[in-house]
Nanobody, 122 residues
Framework: QVQLVESGGGLVQPGGSLGLSCAAS????????MGWYRQAPGKQRELVAR???????NYADSVKGRFTASRDNAKNTVDLQMNSLEPEDTAVYYC????????????????WGQGTQVTVSS
């Protein structure tokens, strides 16, 4: 079993900054990709940022230039630095990891954190 534990989040004013962190633990051989998704009330969950094991990063168009994702492969962690936050960034943010649980696993399994609330409001 694999657990993803998120930290950070909270309330911030528009234009402010906030950081999120996620640590994966458990039966991990290798994490192929790790990143962040978010879900606003009444909307579908959407990709925010995703980093592959080679370091290739994909961002949602709405956060490019404002958010920066970083990953530590040795520690199985992923961080999200959010700057210039807007009310539209208000959502529950979820950490996600695609995990090979053994060296002989033929495919990576998808794991999610419990989510952390980010609210951007004055």
């Amino acid at each position: 079993q694999v657990q993803l534990v998120e930290s950070g989040g909270g309330l911030v004013q528009p234009g402010g900054s906030l950081g999120l962190s996620c640590a994966a633990s458990g039966s991990i051989f290798r994490i192929t990709a790790m990143g962040w998704y978010r879900q606003a009330p009444g909307k579908q969950r959407e990709l925010v940022a995703r980093i592959t094991s080679s370091g290739s990063t994909n961002y949602a168009d709405s956060v490019k230039g404002r958010f920066t994702a970083s990953r530590d492969n040795a520690k199985n962690t992923v961080d999200l630095q959010m700057n210039s936050l807007e009310p539209e960034d208000t959502a529950v943010y979820y950490c996600n990891a695609d995990v090979l649980t053994t060296w002989y696993a033929s495919y990576a399994r998808d794991y999610w954190g419990q989510g952390t609330q980010v609210t951007v409001s004055s």
